[in-house]
C-alpha cells in the first residue's frame, strides 16, 4: 500500500504537452486565432531520433502559468505515418484547460463563428466545473473548464475521500460521488 501522507509534488508545473499535426498552420489557427493561445515558439530542428535523421517543426503554444501545448510536424511522409498516427474520436482523450467563464464563452463563440458544430464541440454540465470540448484539426479534443465557485470546498471534500472512494469503486460499488450537478 502506498504512503498516504501529503505529498509534495515532484514537479512545479507542466512544462508542456506535445502532439503531432499534420498542418502546423491548420494547428495555429485553431489554438492561436480561436482558442486564444498564442504561438510562443516555433523550432525547425533536425536530429538524430531512432537510427535515423529526422527533420520536423516543433510549435509551441503558451498558457499563462509558462507551460505550452506542443506540436509536430515532420518533413518527411514517412516520419508523419511512424509518429503521428491519427487520434480516435473519444471524449476520455484529451487535454483540459482551465479558462475564465467570460473567456469560454468568447471561445464558444469563435468556434461557433468558425463553424465548429457538435460532434466537434459540446459542453458538459459536470457540476464542479462547466466544459467546453472542442476537436482540433487533429483529432484532439480540448476540454476549456470553468470552475464551479465552491471549488476549493468541493476539492477538499473530494481530497478528504480520494482513497476510499476509490477502493470503494474498485471493489465494485459504481454508486456516483457527484452530487454537484
Not at 133 to 148: F, K, M, Q, R, S
Request: glycine residues 6%.
Amino acid at each position: 500500500m502506498s504512503d498516504r501522507r501529503a505529498a509534495v509534488p515532484t514537479a512545479a508545473r507542466l512544462h508542456h504537452n506535445a502532439y503531432v499535426t499534420r498542418d502546423q498552420e491548420a494547428t495555429r489557427h485553431f489554438y492561436e486565432d480561436i482558442i486564444g493561445l498564442p504561438l510562443v515558439a516555433t523550432w525547425c530542428e533536425a536530429d538524430e531520433l531512432f537510427g535515423a535523421e529526422r527533420v520536423y517543426c516543433h510549435t509551441f503554444f503558451g498558457l499563462a502559468d509558462g507551460s505550452a501545448l506542443a506540436f509536430f510536424q515532420f518533413a518527411e511522409e514517412s516520419d508523419q505515418e511512424q509518429f503521428g498516427p491519427p487520434m480516435p474520436f473519444t471524449p476520455f482523450t484529451h487535454i483540459a484547460l482551465k479558462v475564465g467563464a467570460a473567456e469560454q464563452a468568447a471561445v464558444e463563440q469563435r468556434l461557433a463563428e468558425a463553424g465548429y458544430e457538435a460532434p466537434a464541440t459540446f459542453v458538459l454540465e459536470h457540476g464542479y466545473c462547466r466544459s467546453l470540448y472542442a476537436t482540433d484539426p487533429n483529432g484532439l479534443i480540448v476540454e476549456l473548464t470553468v470552475d464551479h465557485p465552491d471549488l476549493e470546498q468541493i476539492n477538499a471534500t473530494r481530497l478528504a475521500r480520494a482513497h476510499e472512494e476509490l477502493q470503494r469503486w474498485l471493489a465494485g460499488d459504481h454508486t456516483s460521488n457527484n452530487t454537484y450537478r
